[in-house]
């Protein structure tokens, strides 16, 4: 099994920063994509901002050109960089990612979601 670990989401007044920090533990093999999602108050959940292992990033419109994702594949972890906050991009943000598990014997397809953490921009 594979875990997600977020922080960095909290209280920011318009205009602001935060990053969010995801970190994956468990039995990995090797993980594939990683990304965030956010799920606004009576909102279907939409990715935000998703990114390959090779570096390849895709972005919702709506955050292209201030919101920033990265990773680390020696440690298994992704960051959301996100500039100038709009009251908008209040939030659930939820970590994800896709990528293989093993028991040391056999390797299987997975995918985890992390528990999500709020992101609150305040006008």
């Known amino acids: 099994q594979v875990q997600l670990v977020e922080s960095g989401g909290g209280l920011v007044q318009a205009g602001g920063s935060l990053r969010l920090s995801c970190a994956a533990s468990?039995?990995?093999?090797?993980?594939?994509?990683m990304g965030w999602y956010r799920q606004a108050p009576e909102k279907q959940r939409e990715l935000v901002a998703a990114i390959t292992r090779g570096g390849t990033t895709n972005y919702a419109d709506s955050v292209k050109g201030r919101f920033t994702i990265s990773r680390d594949n020696a440690e298994n972890t992704v960051y959301l960089q996100m500039e100038t906050l709009k009251p908008e991009d209040t939030a659930v943000y939820y970590c994800?990612?896709?990528?293989?598990?093993?028991?040391?014997?056999?390797?299987?397809?997975?995918?985890?979601w992390g528990q999500g953490t709020l992101v609150t921009v305040s006008s």
């Open positions: 994800h990612a896709v990528g293989v598990v093993t028991n040391g014997i056999s390797y299987n397809n997975h995918e985890v």
């Open positions: 468990g039995s990995i093999f090797r993980i594939n994509s």
